[in-house]
């Protein structure tokens, strides 16, 4: 059969880390080390020890649509996406051009000529 690691054999047996841990140091379950340090466990030995292995149910099923389903479904949502998005973009951008226009910009004054501040007498009097 098939070597599993731990982390494998915790989801086919449904026993937690402990309890698999303590088994092989007890002698229970029969393990084999990898180079790495990590152990692998034949599925038999889990078998062997705790019965019927727990079956991932997602696998066993067929969940995916057919491509061409899913694919037009996607595709046609994405387009209507894609055009309300340009229709929000060109609003903003004639919001912009009339903020643009709205702004206030003050005329520059006409008096430019400055004067010191002991000749402004000279000139209220003229």
């Known amino acids: 059969m098939a070597l599993v690691t731990v982390r494998q054999a915790m989801k086919l047996t449904g026993k937690a880390r402990s309890s698999l841990y303590r088994d092989m140091a007890k002698g229970r379950v029969s393990y084999r080390s990898e180079v790495d340090g990590s152990r692998c466990i034949d599925t038999s030995e889990l078998i062997r020890v705790y019965g019927e292995l727990i079956r991932d149910e997602t696998s066993s099923r067929d969940t995916r649509r057919p491509e061409s389903e899913t694919g037009n ?3 046609q949502e994405l387009v209507s996406e ?3 998005l340009r229709d929000e973009v060109a609003g903003l951008r004639v919001e912009m051009q009339e903020m643009r226009r709205l702004e206030h910009k003050p005329e520059p ?18």
């Open 82 to 84: 894609i055009k309300m």
């Open 73 to 75: 479904e996607v595709i």
């Open 109 to 126: 004054s006409l008096s430019t000529v400055s004067t010191k501040w002991w000749q402004r007498w000279r000139r209220i009097s003229k």
